[in-house]
């Protein structure tokens, strides 16, 4: 049994910051690029940020770059996304993902092959 667990969301005013974590169980993550992508209601699922299997090569979406950072420690088998200097457009359910193939890392949905629940991150103007 394969879970991702996302922790860290909240309310939090224009210009704050928040620290997401995921956590997995049954899989072990340095096997594993991992990526977090957000939605908002009526709106498709968008790729945010993703880290290699080792934590050397990370991809940012443009929105993004110079405010979040994503990270990863393999021995704790934990990601991490702290986010800066948010914005109200940035509010959205944000979701943990893992791709345990060998390849590239990615930046789009389908190569993932698990999820987690997803924790609400709401930015207040």
């Known amino acids: 049994q394969v879970q991702l667990a996302e922790s860290g969301g909240g309310l939090v005013q224009a210009g704050g910051s928040l620290r997401l974590s995921c956590a997995a169980s049954?899989?072990?993550?340095?096997?594993?690029?991992m990526g977090w992508f957000r939605q908002s209601p009526g709106k498709e699922r968008e790729f945010v940020a993703a880290?290699?299997?080792?934590?050397?090569?990370?991809y940012y979406t443009d929105y993004v770059k110079g405010r979040f950072t994503i990270s990863r420690n393999n021995a704790k088998n934990m990601v991490y996304l702290q986010m800066n200097s948010l914005k109200p457009e940035d509010t959205a359910v944000y979701y943990c993902?893992?791709?345990?193939?060998?390849?590239?890392?990615?930046?789009?949905?389908?190569?993932?092959?698990?999820w987690g629940q997803g924790t609400q991150v709401t930015v207040s103007s």
């Open positions: 993902a893992a791709d345990n193939r060998s390849g590239d890392l990615h930046r789009t949905r389908d190569p993932y092959d698990y």
């Open positions: 049954g899989l072990t993550l340095s096997d594993c690029h």
């Open positions: 880290i290699s299997w080792r934590g050397g090569i990370t």
